[in-house]
């Protein structure tokens, strides 16, 4: 069996907290999605888990050839948990306190495109199906090149099934999110099939500056594309990629390294920061799952935040804090749910004790 890559489990714990914390933002305080640390935090945590399950997508057979992932338990796995804990929300919500931006009805699960706010394993589930088909294609191709001109001409089908379908089954399918983290899913796929050269990207010190450079400038147009007079829909798509992919190879040149010293097998404990941070990696589907039933309404914070004029630095410390205990109770539900086939099946998605 391969060892665990702990510095993935590690990317995917910060990647659950980031995403806990713009939820503190958006549905504790409300209209606070308008601050700069929230707009930080949406470009990075999806990107980065659709990234690493890109990654992880890609099985070898003992034949050398590249695998179909199956389909059937990819949908136990993404597409039950995902229906059992959003019908429980919906009878939950009116109880919470919160002021939701999902629609959290029947009707914004099955109609919706945000399902509720479980987008996430959804559209994960409709990116692997297209990388199932995409399978065959891929294994046939000689070069890296020509990989990635098979993956261009899908998303541009992809683009031109979005183009075409009517709103109605747009929504419902939330095939817009489908086309917009399929290159990042794709772009894990290659980068597991050529892991050496990505490592040695990751691993180059130049490689790092220009990334740092690249994502600072993309997302600055991505944040606040109105302010530039070339920032077209399509424009701010392709930046959206170039910032995404940026972004993996700082992840990965950045945790990586950290990993490797606090899990070195020559130490007598791992690090503690490491080691927990690697521990929310592996209970980040859970706890994306259950988080949204352990959040609370704090509209009393909205005018303090507001005095320091939504600045950065206060605004991250408080969400951090907030998600703290979010993330706490999600974990001691976990615990509770781990004894239970049924309650792991529909609404953690994991394995039972």
């Known amino acids: 069996m391969r060892p665990r890559l702990k510095y993935f489990d590690m990317m995917k714990g910060l990647a659950i907290f980031l995403v806990v914390m713009g939820h503190v933002l958006t549905m504790c305080v409300r209209e ?6 929230f707009k930080f935090i949406g470009q990075i945590h999806m990107p980065l888990f659709f990234f690493i399950s890109g990654w992880f997508a890609v099985k070898i057979g003992s034949d050398g050839l590249l695998k179909t992932p199956g389909l059937l338990s990819r949908a136990k796995r993404l597409l039950l948990p995902m229906l059992g804990a959003s019908t429980l929300f919906i009878y939950y919500y009116p109880h919470s306190g919160l002021q939701s931006p999902f629609d959290s009805t029947w009707s914004g699960l099955w109609l919706n495109v945000w399902k509720n706010g479980y987008w996430f394993t959804f559209v ?5 199906a297209v990388y199932a088909a995409l399978t065959f294609v891929l294994r046939r191709m000689a070069s890296f090149w020509l990989e990635l001109l098979a993956v261009a001409v899908a998303w541009a089908v992809l683009g031109g099934i979005y183009y075409v379908l009517p709103g109605v089954c747009d929504a419902a399918m939330s095939f817009e999110l489908v086309f917009t983290f399929f290159p990042i899913f794709m772009a894990g ?6 892991a050496d050269a990505f490592m040695r990207l990751c691993a180059s010190s130049e490689a790092l500056t220009v ?18 007079s070339f920032g077209s829909a399509f424009n701010v798509i392709l930046a ?14 950045v945790v990586k390294p950290w990993s490797e010293r606090a899990f ?17 990696g592996d209970k980040s589907l859970a706890i ?5 039933f352990f959040l609370y309404p704090m509209p009393f914070m909205k005018p303090m935040l507001e005095s320091f004029d939504l600045a950065v630095v206060p605004l991250t410390v408080f969400a951090a804090l907030g998600a703290i205990p979010v993330i706490a109770l999600g974990l001691c539900a976990d615990y509770i749910f781990s004894f239970s086939r049924f309650l792991c099946t529909f609404l953690t998605g994991s394995t039972p004790k």
Do not use: N
């Not at 796929?189 to 050529?194: E, S, Y």
């Not at 097998?265 to 690697?278: H, I, Y």
């Open 240 to 253: 959206q990629i170039v910032m995404q992919i940026s972004l993996a190879i700082i992840a990965v040149a």
């Open 124 to 128: 994960l589930f409709e990116i692997f």
């Open 264 to 280: 070195d097998p020559a130490r007598e404990k791992p690090g503690r920061f490491a080691a927990m941070w690697a521990f929310l």
């Open 288 to 292: 994306y799952l259950l988080h949204y």
């Open 211 to 228: 990334s740092l450079f690249v994502t600072v400038i993309c997302m600055a147009f991505v944040c606040w594309p109105w302010r530039y």
């Open 32 to 37: 606070i999605d308008r601050a700069p640390v």
């Open 189 to 194: 796929v290659l980068a597991r099939r050529h």
